[in-house]
């Protein structure tokens, strides 16, 4: 059982802004930044959003992050059909000295 | 090319041991910390254990403190997972990634994952 909670499931038409939301508690989002990965299929998880709304080198303005209190969201704006894929939040726990992630959500593309 | 690139999967029987390795170039690997992260198939992603870029701060998940020992040699450029008695339910996909300095929760540079299956 993942310690953030997350849709497993979210969907759009293209073009269309699609958000996910992140629920942690005080030990994880409370007290740390929260980080968003993509997850395409058979590859490794690419980091898409880190300190709560920064976006690495390359990472499309499509999408942004926001966190308030101990919940966070990913939005991906102007979907399209390449944004198909697994999406997880992270956030580091201090009360397990670990990060800890999200059990996922699966974005389509309708 | 700045990559890291883990070796050592393979089949393991339950109980057995297994010894996990990633190599990192074209980086200054001593200046970073470093994660193991493995994924079940067709399942999310669980952290595994953590090791600071001097070694000094180890953490691991509850659900393998006691049988996986992280380590690193920064002369070589390498991170290692070694896994002793292991279960079932550490069979995955691992995968070493680095940690982004100032923000212990974000992964910046990722491996191509390396196959455990644990079987008998």
């Known amino acids: 059982q993942a310690v953030l909670t997350q849709p497993p499931s979210a969907s759009g038409t293209p073009g269309q802004r699609v958000t996910i939301f992140c629920s942690g508690t005080?030990?994880?989002?409370?007290?740390?930044?929260v980080n968003w990965y993509q997850q395409l299929p058979g590859t490794a998880p690419k980091l898409l959003i880190y300190s709560n709304n920064q976006r690495p080198s390359g990472v499309p303005d499509r999408f942004s992050g926001s966190k308030s209190g101990t919940s966070a969201s990913l939005a991906i704006s102007g979907l399209q059909s390449e944004d198909e894929t697994d999406y997880y939040c992270?956030?580091?726990?201090?009360?397990?000295?670990?990060?800890?992630f999200g059990g996922g959500t699966k974005v389509t593309v309708l | 090319e700045v990559q890291l690139a883990e070796s050592g999967g393979g089949l393991v029987q339950p109980g057995g041991s297994l010894r996990l390795s990633c190599a990192a170039t074209k980086f200054t690997f001593s200046n970073y910390a470093f994660i193991w992260v493995r994924q079940a198939p067709g399942k999310g992603l669980e952290w595994v254990s953590y090791?600071?870029?001097?070694?000094?701060?180890?953490y691991y998940a509850d659900s393998v403190k006691g049988r996986f020992t992280i380590s690193r040699d920064n002369a070589k450029n390498s991170l290692y997972l070694q896994m002793n008695r292991v279960r079932d339910e550490d069979a995955a996909v691992y995968y070493c990634a680095r940690v982004l300095p100032g923000d212990w929760g974000a992964f910046d540079l990722w491996g191509q994952g390396t196959m455990v299956t644990v079987s008998s």
């Open positions: 005080r030990s994880n989002i409370g007290s740390n930044t």
């Open positions: 992270a956030a580091w726990d201090d009360s397990l000295n670990g990060p800890v």
């Open positions: 090791i600071s870029s001097t070694s000094r701060t180890i």
